[in-house]
């Protein structure tokens, strides 16, 4: 019985002590995932006081209530969908049936509109309204529908 009392004491100091550093180490770790989370300094301060105060119950409530993703997850989200948008702002349609098409499409894989057509002197790829080839300053006889003109 001697014994117990001896070995009682530092057991309880031993999870005592075990219980202050799991409590320590949470709020710790709540401080530094909310950091990577917000900018909002205030909402810091609020997440890791909630743990500061009620522990294990004030982590279960952080993580019920901490935004969903990291300021750099929600960075790479962004990034991913701007370059969705411009890559589908670059990639111009027909003006026939409205399909994305390549830049040096000719004719339009689709509806088999015509796109482009191809400069007689340089051999290069022109829009169709253009009067001059901007490569090698060829004039070029425009459809009379493409402008407008009657005969």
Known sequence: MGTLRSVAPVAVAGFVAFGL??????IVWTFMDIRSRSR??????FATALV??????????YLILRPHE???????R????????????????????RHRVEQDYRMC?????KLKDI????DRLVELDWTVCPFCTAERKVPVALTGESA
């Open 21 to 26: 550093a799991v409590w320590f180490s949470i």
């Open 40 to 45: 909002d300094k205030v909402v810091w301060g």
């Open 52 to 61: 500061v105060l009620f522990n294990v119950f004030g982590l279960v409530v």
């Open 70 to 76: 990291t300021l750099m997850q929600a960075y790479e």
């Open 78 to 97: 962004s990034l991913e969908e701007e370059a969705l948008l411009q890559e589908i702002e670059e990639r111009p349609i027909c003006p026939n049936c």
């Open 109 to 113: 894989p689709n509806c088999l509109q």
């Open 119 to 122: 400069c007689m002197n340089c």
